[in-house]
């Protein structure tokens, strides 16, 4: 049995990184098949060497994190814990250098995957973003909050979001209501964000001056979106159509992040994904930048990045018998 330590004599941190009731220690211990014990001024870890390693590599990432944000969330371990098991490099500062933009509670919104770093820096680098994953890897909520930073810090000078209402058919005429009332079950993620991040009274005030806008697609067409921040979401369900109608909305001093999931298109049966088509189409065009996000930046309840991988193999199986049925004859 192999051992390491880890000093933590002057470490004001160390009641934080077992979590309550162990809970941090027990998820590590789990993961990695090691034994980590408080032992007077420092941490022993016991089992095999190679996750002995893995284990202290882990633990000092860890007090890292605290030590810059002051506290950790279970999902901060369980990242770290299934990239250190990958065998991938964990440089947690990458993380921990920039804020975005602060909510009106006062939280900083920051990355809290490598992946969504990546997201980040290129929607300070590109014009136009397309970031695509899977649920809860924080697509919309990071371009809306990068969004938001830039309309505050006068960037651009409105804020304009949009998604297709596909089960409205986009004509959204036969429900009840004014525009408004037909168009917000679609909307309501994106309205969630910026309440969060705004707060209501100060979002309301903006929508009323015309400097916050959400709307269906097919509103989009025929104007020139200029000097705005521009986010399009769930565009895995746009056609070809409606995506390039979008892009080509573009004016001087916007930005456009058009987000989405390729494995859950709603399209009607026959209809192509305008999404799917768009990375291809401009996959090796200057000024744009592509993130794929993975269930590594999963953010959300452990248990989705488990449903993710559960309908992955699923998935696998069922194209895997179809084969074999099509090559059985």
């Not at 992946?115 to 890897?137: C, H, S, W």
């Not at 592509?290 to 199986?317: F, G, M, S």
């Amino acid at each position: 049995m192999a051992e390491e330590f880890i000093d933590i004599q002057r470490d004001p941190y160390i009641s934080s990184l077992f979590g309550r009731l162990d809970e941090n220690i027990k998820v590590i211990e789990a993961g990695l098949g090691t034994k980590i014990r408080l032992e007077e001024n420092r941490l022993a870890i016991y089992g095999d060497e190679e996750n002995t390693e893995k284990t202290k590599k882990l633990l000092l990432t860890l007090i890292e994190i605290l030590k810059q944000q002051k506290k950790l969330h279970i999902s901060d371990v369980r990242y770290c814990l299934d990239l250190i098991k990958q065998g991938k490099n964990i440089n947690i500062s990458q993380l921990m250098d920039k804020i975005v933009v602060y909510t009106s509670m006062g939280r900083g919104i920051r990355a809290k995957t490598l992946g969504q770093k990546r997201y980040l820096d290129a929607m300070e680098k590109n014009d136009i973003v397309f970031g695509i994953g899977p649920a809860g890897t924080g697509k919309t909520y990071l371009a809306m909050a990068n969004a938001i930073r830039a309309f505050k810090n006068k960037e651009v000078n409105r804020i304009i979001l949009t998604r297709p209402a596909v089960e409205a058919g986009e004509s959204l005429g036969f429900l009840p209501g004014d525009l408004q009332m037909k168009v917000d079950p679609y909307l309501r993620p994106l309205y969630d964000a910026l309440f969060e991040i705004f707060g209501y009274d100060t979002y309301q005030k903006y929508v009323e001056k015309g400097m916050i806008e959400i709307a269906p697609l097919a509103y989009m067409r025929g104007r020139t979106l200029d000097g705005a921040y521009v986010i399009l979401d769930e565009a895995q369900n746009t056609t070809n159509e409606q995506m390039k109608m979008f892009l080509t909305r573009l004016g001087y001093g916007s930005k456009a992040i058009i987000t989405g999931d390729i494995t859950q298109v709603d399209l009607p049966r026959g209809k192509q994904s305008g999404l799917k088509s768009v990375l291809k189409i401009l996959k090796d065009v200057n000024g744009i930048g592509i993130v794929y996000l993975t269930r590594n930046d999963i953010v959300r309840h452990p248990l989705v990045q488990r449903i993710i991988d559960a309908y992955d193999r699923w998935e696998k199986k069922s194209n895997e018998i179809k084969g074999e049925e099509k090559k059985n004859g």
